[in-house]
């Protein structure tokens, strides 16, 4: 049985990359950082006691910020592969959190990989890099085009990134870099744009709230479906040789496509309701990022299939049921629609 270890494990990727593995017979450790509240959520529906027979997901406390915690629960899982999904991971917040940001985001990745470097056993590793190291890069991104990041954490991703190409190419490391563009699912956290607009649609059928406050609507993002994104990990970490493969659709959109859509479901005029707040532009914003994913379609045999306007559907409907609300009463087909 092979096992895998995730840091971040609690987060939207960590929790679908846990379901994943469980289902291809891994047993799972996850680390996750002490709280004085209950954090695991999107991972309860897999949690089992650790007494029962057959349990193969455990849970340790840990973080990126504490090395010694990092060596001390690798050297006692001793896993064959490790998944760095860790971080802070909201671009805006971390202009206002820097340090903290690049503690966790970059050092921890050093941090990580140096644990790594002393195991006396093979390790395959996976670090979770970001669409964002591209920043200013015009579109198409692919793993050729040079980065320029324009956030903190954009910048301690290009620090892990190239880190973990270091620890490849200095120590025999098989650690692999996974540029990810933007991920979404009913997981997502609820101050991505993505979830704020969908959950702000449930609140206003709800009537707990009038208006959805955005940032920046022509900011334009390539988005794709969380689970088939983890897939593209754990491919990764099944080839011969490690490498660097960016993981996208290969289409963008805009925010205010994707507030058009999500409004356009349920049958609103989102101008009625969305409001622009000034504090959620970031200093130095990042206009366009669209990915070209050929490399990982060709040697991963990895493709998206679930399409932007399925990606908003699903997502909205899901947060409509969490609000209590029918989706089959509220959910309409646009018009032109063949669905």
Same mark, same amino acid.
């Given at each position: 049985?092979?096992k &895998?270890?995730? +840091? /971040?494990?609690?987060?939207?990727?960590?929790?679908? $990359?846990?379901?994943?593995?469980?289902?291809? /017979?891994?047993? @799972?450790?996850?680390?996750?950082?002490?709280?004085?509240?209950?954090?695991?959520?999107?991972?309860?529906h897999?949690?089992?006691?650790?007494?029962?027979?057959g349990?193969? $997901?455990?849970?340790?406390?840990?973080?990126?910020?504490?090395?010694?915690s990092?060596?001390?629960?690798l050297?006692?899982?001793?896993?064959?592969?490790?998944?760095n999904l860790g971080?802070?991971?909201?671009?805006? @917040?971390s202009f206002? @959190?820097?340090?903290?940001?690049?503690?966790?985001?970059?050092?921890?990745?050093?941090? %990580?990989?140096?644990?790594?470097?002393?195991?006396? *056993?093979?390790?395959?590793?996976y670090?979770?890099?970001s669409?964002? #190291? !591209?920043?200013?890069a015009?579109?198409?991104?692919?793993?050729? +085009?040079? !980065?320029?990041?324009?956030?903190?954490?954009?910048?301690?991703?290009?620090?892990a990134? *190239?880190?973990?190409?270091?620890?490849?190419?200095?120590?025999?490391?098989?650690?692999?870099?996974?540029?990810?563009?933007?991920?979404?699912?009913?997981?997502?956290?609820?101050?991505?744009?993505?979830?704020?607009v969908?959950?702000?649609?449930? &609140?206003i %059928?709800?009537?707990?709230?009038?208006?959805?406050y $955005?940032?920046?609507?022509?900011?334009?993002?390539?988005?794709?479906?969380?689970?088939?994104?983890?897939?593209?990990?754990?491919? #990764?970490?099944?080839?011969?040789?490690?490498d660097?493969?960016?993981?996208?659709t290969?289409?963008?959109?805009?925010?205010r496509?994707?507030?058009?859509?999500?409004?356009?479901?349920?049958g609103?005029?989102?101008?009625?309701?969305?409001?622009?707040d000034?504090?959620?532009?970031r200093?130095?914003?990042?206009?366009? %990022?669209?990915?070209?994913?050929?490399k990982?379609?060709?040697?991963?045999?990895?493709?998206?299939?679930?399409? !932007?306007?399925?990606?908003?559907r %699903?997502?909205?409907?899901?947060d409509l049921?969490?609000a209590?609300?029918?989706p089959?009463?509220?959910i309409?087909?646009?018009?032109?629609? +063949?669905a």
């Amino acid at each position: 049985m092979k096992k &895998a270890l995730i +840091t /971040g494990i609690t987060g939207q990727d960590g929790s679908y $990359l846990a379901e994943l593995l469980l289902e291809k /017979g891994y047993e @799972v450790h996850g680390l996750i950082r002490r709280s004085s509240t209950f954090t695991t959520d999107r991972i309860d529906h897999l949690y089992r006691d650790p007494h029962e027979p057959g349990t193969r $997901l455990f849970l340790h406390y840990a973080d990126l910020t504490d090395p010694t915690s990092l060596f001390s629960h690798l050297h006692q899982v001793k896993p064959d592969e490790v998944y760095n999904l860790g971080a802070q991971s909201h671009v805006k @917040v971390s202009f206002e @959190v820097p340090e903290f940001t690049a503690d966790t985001v970059g050092m921890g990745t050093l941090r %990580l990989l140096e644990a790594i470097r002393t195991a006396d *056993w093979p390790i395959r590793y996976y670090q979770a890099g970001s669409s964002e #190291m !591209f920043g200013g890069a015009p579109p198409p991104q692919s793993e050729a +085009t040079p !980065f320029h990041p324009r956030s903190p954490y954009a910048i301690a991703k290009v620090f892990a990134h *190239w880190m973990t190409v270091q620890y490849r190419d200095a120590w025999g490391l098989h650690a692999s870099n996974g540029i990810l563009f933007n991920h979404e699912s009913p997981r997502r956290g609820g101050t991505f744009v993505t979830r704020k607009v969908t959950r702000g649609i449930a &609140a206003i %059928l709800a009537r707990s709230d009038e208006y959805l406050y $955005l940032g920046n609507l022509e900011a334009r993002r390539d988005w794709g479906y969380a689970p088939e994104y983890v897939e593209a990990m754990w491919r #990764m970490l099944q080839q011969d040789s490690p490498d660097d493969y960016v993981v996208a659709t290969g289409e963008m959109h805009s925010v205010r496509e994707l507030v058009e859509v999500a409004f356009g479901l349920v049958g609103l005029d989102w101008q009625a309701h969305v409001r622009i707040d000034e504090r959620y532009f970031r200093p130095t914003e990042v206009d366009e %990022l669209c990915g070209d994913a050929s490399k990982a379609a060709r040697v991963l045999n990895w493709r998206p299939s679930v399409t !932007f306007d399925s990606l908003v559907r %699903l997502m909205l409907e899901a947060d409509l049921r969490e609000a209590g609300i029918d989706p089959a009463t509220h959910i309409h087909e646009p018009a032109g629609s +063949t669905a």
